[in-house]
């Protein structure tokens, strides 16, 4: 579904990824594992084009992303980021429908799919009305998924979605995320740096370390049979983190 | 009470925004002091007596200010000095006599009029009484009272053709002389401290004071002698119609006129209208009008200066401040040229668009849209420079395309920015236009100016009151405005 091949992208001395290369199966949510500043927001750029790599190349449903194709490709794709990306100037709705819109679907299919995904995140129907500021944290992020959602596309691209969240929330938002992303069956790239979190969305795990690939695999594998000291130490220290 | 009324009572005299066509009024301008304004209405005056159409643009500005428009056609005629014409517009030209400078004129497309009759020059004065009674007549006389006091203005003093030069030249022995202010000098005559000062020979004071002007039998001062400078190009019928006034205003005569003016607080067209029918037996009629007449009149020129100026300025700043916003090439010109502007001093910058674009309300305009641009282009650049990058992100990654995400996203969200930068704009335009009466546009400057000319702050309230209200209603306005336009979600 999406192809990177020994992708590399620097931001003047430092490398954000080096010589990348990742499957992400369709259907399935991948999760890009690591520590604070190890890439895994570039990478997700450069998958929504973005940004461009300095060199390898990536493959969205076989086609390869130049910024000729990305445009198109674009729709293709939903991006959710932490706060959201919502617009400040837009109502809920507004900021839902703004693509469609744009693209001039009529107003009555417009309504329609509004309603479907009022449902599918379960955000009630009068908080669309409210701009961005008079939401909590959690509605906003159904909003910015619902947002995603819109045009139907086959891919998720989410940027630690609930890491804005305090735990209550993001405990329920999290399962919400989690069955909606099964029972639509996308492809989802999702980015955290929560251990707990990428075992429970993830059907493959990624771990980045300084801009490389370290270990992929199940979960399971990641936390039983670590790759090099780096993984054990990872596992390890968010696994203390929660004990204490 | 009669002071009220003169100060409600001024002449409707108004510069006309436009280009001239054939029919076209002919157009009189004068400088920025009472006698040219006097001379510049008779000028009208008579022009319209030979059923010509004209109008007059009084205290357009100084002599390089008219004598370009004259040479560019802004303005059709215009009064003027010979001594000017020779030592300042011509300086450093051989014009050793009257034909001379009339052939060198025309040479420029200019002609002159014979001299009106009275030579505004540098003179001596001192109290008719003390002369009568040393028996002083002439500047030479005076060699005969070493002991007399003498004041004379700060330029004066320094000047070489001032007090330095005459003293040689008359071998004059005086030693009690000293520099100091010209109203504080006609006041030492009046209470005796001083016996003679410098003054011009057709100021208003002269007679008000009761001062004998002593002769300057030498002939070390050179020859003022007031004349009309106008275009060989136009009708004869308007050169003879300015031809009429030749020699017939000695110095007396334009004293009385410039103190009824400055002095009496006469309007300066029902000054000229009298001397015209009292000397010529011409009866024009004037219009005066009243203070809500002249108020409107005054806003909607002021208006027009300022709204179209700012108007324009929107239209070319925002794309502008887009511009330097996203194309980072020309992000350093554009906020670079239009800073630099931004610091050319106001009345420089009017007086550069002279030789381009003239007189009137056209060049101030031009000025005023160019003092518009720098806070809009700054704040649309500053607005799109501060949006978030996340926000900025979301909307690329929508799929929405450049100008789709200009349009819906990033200028709503720098749009209390932008407007803020309009909000300056429409502010400093007010107070700036104040500045285009300088160069004939007239508005809230000209009782600005006319005020300070005849030292009335009445008649400077009249434009300062008028501007700062427009001003504070400007800003009213556009907080309006915001609170139209801003969307909701950003003032939450
Ligand atoms: N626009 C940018 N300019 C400069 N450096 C950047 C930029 N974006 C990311 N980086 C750098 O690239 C590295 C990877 O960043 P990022 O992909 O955001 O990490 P992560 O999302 O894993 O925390 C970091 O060192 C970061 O400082
Ligand atoms: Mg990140």
């Known amino acids: 579904m999406i192809h990177l091949h020994r992708v590399t992208k620097s931001y003047g001395a430092t490398q954000a990824l080096r010589a990348v290369s990742l499957e992400v199966a369709a259907g399935q949510t991948t999760v890009l594992l690591g520590p604070s500043g190890c890439g895994k927001s570039t990478l997700l750029r450069l998958v929504a084009g973005l940004i461009v790599p300095d060199e390898g190349n990536i493959r969205v449903e076989g086609t390869l992303i130049t910024p000729a194709t990305a445009p198109a490709l674009r729709q293709r794709m939903g991006y959710v980021i932490q706060e959201g990306g919502l617009f400040p100037h837009l109502t809920a709705r507004e900021n839902v429908i703004l693509m469609a819109r744009h693209l001039g679907w009529p107003d009555g299919r417009i309504a329609q799919r509004l309603a479907d995904l009022a449902d599918l995140t379960a955000l009630p129907l009068d908080m669309l009305d409210r701009y961005p500021v008079q939401l909590s944290g959690g509605q906003r992020q159904r909003v910015a998924l619902m947002r995603a959602l819109f045009l139907d596309p086959a891919v998720l691209l989410l940027d630690e979605p609930l890491g804005a969240l305090d735990p209550m929330i993001r405990s329920d938002l999290q399962d919400d995320l989690r069955a909606i992303i099964r029972r639509l069956g996308k492809t989802a790239l999702l980015v955290t740096h929560d251990l707990s979190e990428a075992g429970f969305f993830g059907d493959t795990v990624v771990l980045l370390r300084d801009g490389a690939i370290v270990q992929q695999g199940s979960f399971r594998d990641l936390v039983e049979r670590p790759a090099e000291p780096f993984v054990e130490r990872f596992v390890q220290a968010q696994r203390s983190l929660v004990l204490e | ?492």
């Open chain 2, 1 to 492: 009470m009669t002071r009220t009324v003169f100060l409600l009572v001024m002449v409707l005299g108004s510069p006309s925004v436009g280009a001239q066509g054939d029919d076209a009024p002919l157009v009189v301008g004068s400088k920025k002091f009472t006698e040219s304004v006097i001379l510049g209405e008779m000028a009208a005056q008579l022009l319209r007596e030979a059923g010509l159409a004209a109008e007059h643009r009084a205290e357009v500005g100084g002599t390089r200010v008219l004598w370009e428009a004259l040479r560019r056609g802004d303005l059709d005629a215009y009064p003027d000095y010979t001594g000017t014409i020779t030592q300042e517009i011509l300086a450093g030209e051989a014009l050793p006599d009257e034909a001379a400078l009339r052939a060198r004129l025309a040479e420029l497309g200019i002609g002159m009029t014979a001299p009106l009759g009275f030579n505004n020059t540098y003179a001596l004065g001192m109290q008719e009484e003390t002369a009568t009674r040393l028996g002083i007549a002439t500047i030479s006389d005076l060699r005969a009272h070493p002991d007399l006091a003498f004041g004379f203005t700060n330029e004066f003093m320094d000047r070489a053709d001032g007090w330095p030069g005459l003293q040689r030249a008359y071998a004059l022995p005086h030693a009690d002389v000293r520099g100091l202010d010209h109203d504080l000098a006609y006041r030492g005559l009046d209470d005796g401290a001083l016996a003679l000062t410098d003054l011009y020979s057709t100021d208003a004071e002269i007679a008000y004071y009761g001062l004998r002007v002593l002769r300057d039998d030498r002939a070390f001062f050179p020859a003022y002698r007031a004349v009309f400078l106008y275009r060989l190009d136009l009708p004869p019928e308007a050169i003879a119609a300015l031809e009429r006034l030749g020699g017939r205003i000695g110095e007396a005569a334009m004293q009385a006129l410039n103190a009824r003016a400055k002095l009496e607080r006469t309007p300066e067209a029902l000054v000229a209208a009298t001397f015209l029918r009292d000397a010529l037996g011409i009866e024009s009629e004037v219009t005066v009008a009243g203070f809500w007449e002249r108020l409107w009149q005054r806003t909607a020129e002021h208006l027009l200066l300022v709204g179209l100026s700012l108007f324009v300025a929107i239209l070319v700043a925002i794309p502008l401040g887009i511009a330097a916003a996203r194309v980072p090439r020309l992000e350093g010109p554009i906020l670079g040229i239009v800073g630099v502007i931004y610091t050319i001093p106001s009345l420089a910058l009017l007086v550069f668009m002279i030789p381009l674009l003239g007189i009137g309300a056209v060049p101030a305009m031009v000025a005023l849209f160019l003092y518009s641009l720098l806070p809009i282009v700054r704040n649309t650049h500053a607005g799109l420079q501060g949006i978030a990058p996340p926000l900025r992100e979301s909307a690329e990654a929508l799929g929405l395309s450049p100008g789709a995400r200009l349009r819906l996203v990033e200028l709503p969200l720098a749009g209390p920015s932008i407007l803020a930068g309009i909000k300056t704009s429409a502010v400093i335009n007010i107070g700036t236009a104040t500045l285009g009466a300088l160069i004939g546009a007239g508005g809230y400057g000209q009782p600005i100016l006319t005020g300070i000319r005849l030292d009335d702050t009445a008649l400077i309230l009249e434009g300062a009151v008028p501007a700062a209200a427009l001003a504070l209603a400007a800003q009213l306005l556009f907080d309006g405005i915001e609170r139209l336009v801003v969307p909701q979600g950003l003032r939450l």
